[in-house]
């Protein structure tokens, strides 16, 4: 259990790749504050299992990311309740699709602040005790999107491209403070967000679900299978450890391909 001792603040962790991460984490005996919506007794559930695993304390904070000050109170109770993070996975996202001219306001303020502006309040809140500690590791999911675009995802594309920037100027100010930051960059991840788009593709393209799955979601992912939230998990954890203490400003990949093309 090679996290044993440190605590890591991981958002977006109810559902997904944040679940999965989280997982890893627990795995490796770490403290555990996880964040994100869903049914109450379901996150419990995972919350109890999460401890179970870890053999450490676990919490649950529902603090809404568009808030910087939801955010400033859920960084603040982790490190009144479990330590101030040593690790922080910066997850929680959303996506909306539709033309820039066409695209609602409110869905572009609420994809920057929650994809963009709050790994920013996470990243500045949690760096002055990383720093006083000599060792942090900040890892943020990405997406092939931080490097490649889609139509009619221009916010996403827009906060992801932020994040990747964010995450190399942030690298170089604490390059020498033994805290890294990272991005881990995924294409098609199978998650429930992903299923969910899959019985609705099917009816309105008159599509079997083979062709949804090949021919509209893999189009670009030239494996032609989906990235598991257990690879994006093993990654993240590998980030945590020794062996990835010179990895810091980096944008990895992990999509099948799509960005090589
Ligand atoms: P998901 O919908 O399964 O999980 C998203 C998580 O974020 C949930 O726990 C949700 O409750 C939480 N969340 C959403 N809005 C929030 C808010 N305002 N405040 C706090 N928490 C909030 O999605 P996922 O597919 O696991 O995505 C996780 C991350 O991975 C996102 O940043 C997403 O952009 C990125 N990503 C996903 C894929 C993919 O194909 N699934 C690909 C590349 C990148």
């Given amino acids: 259990m090679k996290l044993q001792g440190k605590t890591a603040l991981v958002t977006g962790s109810t559902s997904g790749i944040g679940l999965a991460v989280a997982k890893a984490v627990a795995a490796e005996g770490a403290s ?11 996150i419990e559930a995972e919350r109890q299992a999460l401890e179970q695993t870890s053999g450490a304390h676990v919490l649950h904070d529902g603090a809404d990311l568009f808030d910087p000050a939801q955010i400033a109170a859920m960084v603040e109770r982790c490190s009144a309740e479990l330590g101030a993070p040593d690790i922080l996975i910066n997850n929680a996202g959303i996506q909306h699709v539709a033309p820039v001219d066409e695209f609602p306001v409110e869905k572009w303020d609420a994809i920057l602040q929650i994809n963009l502006s709050a ?9 002055p005790a990383m720093k006083e500690k000599g060792w942090g590791r900040i890892i943020n999911t990405a997406s092939a999107h931080s490097l490649v675009a889609s139509p009619n995802k221009s916010a996403y ?14 690298a170089l100010e604490i390059a020498e403070a033994g805290i890294t930051i990272n991005c881990i960059s995924p294409g098609y991840v ?12 099917m009816k309105a393209r008159g599509m079997t679900r083979e062709e ?21 998990a093993a990654l993240a954890l590998f980030l945590t450890g020794d062996g990835a203490a010179s990895i810091t400003g980096a944008n990895l990949s992990m999509d099948g391909g799509w960005t090589a093309q």
Avoid: Y
């Fill in 157 to 170: 594309v827009a906060a992801k491209h932020g994040v990747a920037g964010f995450t190399k100027s942030v």
């Fill in 212 to 232: 949804v799955m090949n021919d509209v979601l893999l189009k670009a992912q030239p494996t032609k299978r989906f990235v598991t939230v257990e690879e994006v």
């Fill in 32 to 42: 555990l504050m996880i964040n994100g919506f869903g049914d109450v007794e379901a």
């Fill in 190 to 201: 199978w998650t429930p967000l992903v299923e969910k788009q899959i019985p609705d593709t």
């Fill in 119 to 127: 790994v920013f309040h996470t990243t500045r809140l949690c760096l």
